[in-house]
Antibody
């Protein structure tokens, strides 16, 4: 069974940093692209970032480019999202997702990030 | 970036009704379109990929069609468990984009 277990969310002040983790099991992690998608409270889904299977290629939404860094450790079967210079508008539930073709078939449980003073 | 315009933003229908949601892309995305269902407090679930292919295990009352810029998602006979928000998502480019979502309620 595919599982994506997320950790690392919480309350952070504007300008602060946070790192999200997504531990994968039940599939060959190093073979798949991975994505981060977020959802502000009461709002729709917004794609944030993606990383290819070996970590050599990354892409970001314009809204987070230069502030967020996606990475992965294939030895630990774990995906990361380092978030710096956080803003109030980054407040959201963040989901990791496994990419299969152009879709996300498997999703983590989501982790809430709240940026507030 | 490719913009996805989804409509309506919400709808209310009776059990057994046919429900249709549309999604329009700002440029040609061939058939690189997925549909997801999200229930409150839960992660999204993939229902349809490649515009019209039903994901394994998804009931056949769900279907999708379209190509180019105009796409349609249909629930042939609405069931109480279908209450959710539905999103389209394009993957024609590496920068994925989602539609704004359609909230489906029971009348």
């Amino acid at each position: 069974e595919v599982q994506l277990v997320q950790s690392g969310g919480g309350l952070v002040q504007p300008g602060g940093s946070l790192r999200l983790s997504c531990a994968a099991s039940g599939f060959t992690f190093r073979s798949y692209w991975m994505h981060w998608v977020r959802q502000a409270p009461g709002k729709g889904l917004v794609w944030v970032s993606r990383i290819n299977n070996d970590g050599g290629s990354t892409t970001y939404a314009d809204s987070v480019k230069g502030r967020f860094t996606i990475s992965r450790d294939n030895a630990k079967n774990t995906l990361y999202l380092q978030m710096n210079s956080l803003r109030a508008e980054d407040t959201a539930i963040y989901y990791c997702a496994r990419g299969v073709g152009g879709a996300s078939r498997d999703w983590g449980q989501g982790t809430l990030v709240t940026v507030s003073s | 970036d490719i913009q996805m315009t989804q409509s309506p933003s919400s709808l209310s229908a009776s059990v057994g009704d046919r429900v249709t949601i549309t999604c329009q892309a700002s440029q040609d995305i061939t058939n690189y379109l997925n549909w997801y269902q999200q229930k409150p407090g839960k992660a999204p679930k993939l229902l349809i990929y490649g515009a019209s292919t039903l994901e394994t295990g998804v009931p056949s009352r769900f279907s999708g069609s379209g190509s180019g810029t105009d796409f349609t998602f249909t629930i042939s006979s609405l069931q109480p468990e279908d209450i959710a928000t539905y999103y389209c998502q394009q993957y024609n480019t590496v920068l994925w984009t989602f539609g704004q979502g359609t909230k489906v309620e029971i009348k």
